[in-house]
């Protein structure tokens, strides 16, 4: 028998073999890296072999009762440029520990040296078993074990055994792995729908194709296999990519890097790279779904099996119930099934039939079933029968099972079939940091929150229908809302839908983002902005419509993109364009009568010379669906503090009110500017209607908001300064570099006024810098609309020149510019 002493010196006197030697791996490693000869699986394996033979030649040539076993990830071969070298070194518990000990550090050592990581083990196969029955995750790694050198006998007795253990602790053990793949995608996300996804932790990726590999492994229950080798190595050649371009050991794909991962692979850019990178990530997923059902289903079998042979008396089998649930559909074990007699070569319905009845009840529908669909099933013709249209309507009205059962249809090919214009906007992803979803999911994510609004509309078909189309422009050039118009017109005549119905649908498709943009950047005061959008929606129902349809849409986009407050504005907007649809036209606010509030606050500023204010907390919120049927439990988001300030007639006032309020750390959300001339007090008063909201804290004292208002107007106070000297005693964290401000003149503006849109990264004192710069180009703001999505800021001004009229053209242009080279400078 071979000792220990006697490998030693067998390797001693080979470290002149230069193939054994760090330096000869490290320049034969870096020449296999840096070739272009050879990429994805062949270089991981050819890494693998490579990383192999140095090892080998580290630990030395056969000794007995001792082996080198990769494990984990280098156990599969699935080296990337920065992985780990997972190793365990095995030995039978014969041999001297302090040599067991020394022949560690003879292979540990070299690792250490060329600064690769390494995670390693010395253990007896006993202390192995115990560990891996002690910490899932050891066990997950020994799955893997391959052997590299040394005793093969005591390696493939370690991995017999411990094969045998995964199965017969199955039962057990899975249920474990489940829960921590739950943990683990909480914390990490989804990464199909990620813009930094983790390749490695994020739930789709590559620990839960590994958890596959470990399921398979217990004989238990088994993934659907199609597609999932080719998702597993588009995965893992990305992350090979990602390790080369930043010379790091890291699994996040960050924005900054995503171009250059994409160049390193051939593709086009970061966009199809992610696609890429969703398409994977949802077959992961989905295959997890469908296994862990599967282990569940078993695991429930096994339990009761018991219970129910000794209740039938003997081994006879139970019986399987099977509950019809539609025709041609059943229910059964959980799951949704087809019937025995259904005939999907004979029914195109079925598809639609099957996952309508899935989702109204709640249910799954079974693997099999959709790759029979999918195999079998005539496409439907065009135009759709009747049902086909009710079936896909009785789909998207279950609400969030329809998520589940969509995935399926999806996964099998079964949407892009029955809408072929699907397969532009799936897996597309939202460049937008107030987007949670690719573009796909967000249609359905819109359609279940549609679902939830459906007992506000005459016609919730077409609601639900519009949620679907809304977006699906966004897989074509040039402005979405229009391409989805011709789009939605030709998939909704292929739906089935009459001339009158495809005429709606295309109209909401087309106007989806009219009322919310709007509402939270036009002034609704204004008659031009109302009748405009009477003009473009054309009727009471589809305004109906489209007010239900843009709530589902911004509460499907993500928490930044609706709130109690831009509810109430989009309600007074659909309120005064039902008026006009209706026959009534809206009155000008010029030639409105003020409010006994602020023609009281008017008169006491004139006659004090100075600023009043009055503050008063909004008590007309308009609840959402949501929160009008306590769907959380919870109460309805405030809509914040009305502010009114009335000051005596002069220059700086809009730029002194917002300043003064950015100091005291409020948000503005709203703000209207309106001159009075009263006849019981001689002189002209600014009056100013502010709606506001804490950023955090409490609200200021009135009397505090006065004093520094008083001070910022007669000049005394030195807004910016102050601004500056906050932002220096509490900088903000630099992330990515936000674009640079645009400004423009909007085209369809008001008859009274030029109306000056600004796009800006939102931060504190950016309204009081615009005030100073329409200040300084001499325009008078007649209002202002301020909108804030995530860290964006698109507000809109109202500005008159010195006749109180809208600018002439090349005037607004060159305010917009100034403005503009402000809020870059």
Not at 113 to 131: C, I, Q
Not at 266 to 289: I, K, M, N, P
Not at 478 to 501: K, Q
Not at 801 to 821: C, F, I, K, Q
């Amino acid at each position: 028998m071979t000792s220990v002493n006697d490998v030693r010196a067998e390797s001693e006197d080979s470290d002149d073999n230069e193939d054994s030697a760090p330096g000869g791996y490290a320049a034969a490693r870096l020449r296999l890296l840096q070739g272009d000869a050879r990429s994805g699986p062949p270089r991981r394996t050819a890494l693998a072999e490579l990383t192999d033979d140095w090892l080998a030649g580290l630990f030395g040539g056969g000794a007995a009762g001792v082996s080198l076993v990769a494990v984990g990830g280098y156990g599969r071969g699935e080296l990337s440029p920065r992985s780990d070298l997972d190793l365990l070194l095995l030995h039978d518990g014969s041999a001297d520990s302090d040599e067991v000990a020394a022949l560690a550090d003879r292979i540990w050592y070299p690792v250490w040296d060329l600064g690769l990581a390494l995670d390693h083990s010395v253990r007896t196969p006993t202390e192995a078993r115990k560990t891996a029955g002690d910490d899932l995750k050891v066990q997950l790694g020994l799955l893997d074990a391959r052997h590299i050198a040394g005793d093969l006998g005591l390696t493939a007795g370690l991995r017999t055994a411990v094969l045998a253990d995964w199965r017969n602790q199955a039962p057990k053990r899975l249920p474990e792995l489940r829960e921590l793949c739950e943990e683990r995608a909480a914390r990490q996300g989804e990464l199909q729908f990620l813009l930094e996804p983790d390749l490695k932790e994020a739930r789709g990726g590559l620990r839960d194709a590994t958890a596959l590999r470990a399921v398979a492994a217990s004989w238990l229950a088994d993934a659907p296999r199609e597609g999932l080798d080719e998702a597993r190595r588009r995965l893992l050649d990305v992350r090979d990519a990602l390790h080369l371009t930043t010379g790091r050991a890291t699994d996040r794909l960050a924005l900054q890097e995503q171009d250059q991962v994409a160049a390193e692979i051939g593709l086009l850019d970061a966009d199809t790279l992610l696609r890429q990178v969703y398409e994977a990530a949802r077959t992961v997923a989905y295959a997890s779904d469908v296994t862990w059902r599967e282990v569940g289903r078993v695991l429930k079998s096994r339990a009761g099996r018991p219970r129910l042979r000794s209740l039938l008396g003997g081994g006879k089998a139970a019986p399987v119930e099977r509950s019809p649930l539609a025709e041609g559909v059943v229910e059964m074990d959980g799951e949704v099934v087809l019937a025995r007699a259904a005939k999907p070569d004979r029914d195109p319905v079925l598809p639609l039939r099957a996952a309508a009845a899935a989702a109204q009840a709640g249910l799954p529908l079974s693997l099999h079933a959709v790759r029979r669909l999918a195999a079998a099933a005539r496409p439907l013709p065009a135009p759709w029968p009747a049902e086909a249209r009710e079936q896909l309507v009785t789909l998207l009205g279950a609400g969030r099972p329809t998520v589940e059962v969509w995935e399926a249809l999806e996964a099998e090919g079964l949407i892009t079939r029955l809408i072929p214009d699907w397969e532009r906007v799936r897996c597309r992803p939202q460049r937008n940091a107030v987007h949670t979803w690719t573009v796909d999911r967000h249609l359905v994510e819109t359609a279940v929150r549609a679902a939830e609004l459906t007992r506000r509309v005459g016609r919730p078909d077409l609601l639900l229908v519009a949620a679907l189309l809304h977006d699906i422009g966004k897989g074509w050039p040039g402005d979405h809302s229009v391409a989805g118009e011709i789009i939605a017109r030709d998939v909704a005549a292929r739906i089935g839908f009459d001339r009158a119905d495809v005429a709606v649908l295309a109209s909401l498709v087309r106007h989806h983002l009219l009322l919310i943009e709007t509402a939270t950047r036009r002034d609704l005061e204004d008659p031009a902005t109302v009748r405009s959008v009477a003009d473009a929606v054309g009727s009471v129902g589809t305004l109906e419509l489209l007010h239900a349809l843009t709530e589902a849409d911004a509460l499907a986009t993500g928490p930044a993109a609706w709130s109690s407050w831009r509810g109430s504005l989009v309600a007074d907007l659909v309120k005064r364009a039902s008026a006009v649809l209706a026959g009534d036209e809206p009155v000008d606010p010029d030639e409105a009568e003020p409010t006994a509030e602020q023609e009281r606050l008017a008169v006491e500023a004139l006659r004090t010379g100075g600023p009043v204010l009055a503050l008063r907390a909004q008590t007309d919120a308009v609840p959402t669906e949501a929160e009008a049927e306590g769907a959380d439990g919870g109460e309805p988001e405030p809509l914040g503090v009305e502010l009114v300030i009335a000051v005596p007639e002069q220059d700086g006032v809009l730029p002194a009110v917002a300043g003064v309020l950015a100091m005291h750390r409020l948000t503005v959300r709203t703000a209207e500017l309106r001159a009075l001339r009263l006849s019981e007090v001689e002189g002209d008063a600014l009056v100013l209607n502010w709606r506001v909201a804490a950023e955090y804290g409490s609200l200021p004292q009135a009397a505090r908001l006065r004093a520094d208002l008083v001070r910022a107007l007669d000049g005394s106070l030195d807004i910016a300064a102050r601004l500056a000297e906050r932002d220096a005693a509490y900088p903000r964290r630099r992330g990515v570099v936000a674009p640079p401000a645009r400004v423009t003149v909007a085209s369809a503006g008001s008859r009274r006024a030029t109306v000056i849109e600004v796009r800006a990264h939102d931060v504190p004192g950016l309204l009081h810098r615009i005030g100073r710069a329409l200040e300084v180009a001499g325009v008078r703001v007649r209002s202002a609309h301020v909108s804030t999505l995530g860290a964006n800021a698109v507000d809109a001004f109202y500005v008159a020149g010195g006749d109180g009229g809208p600018l002439a053209s090349e005037d607004a242009v060159a305010v917009a510019r100034r403005v503009e080279t402000v809020l870059q400078g």
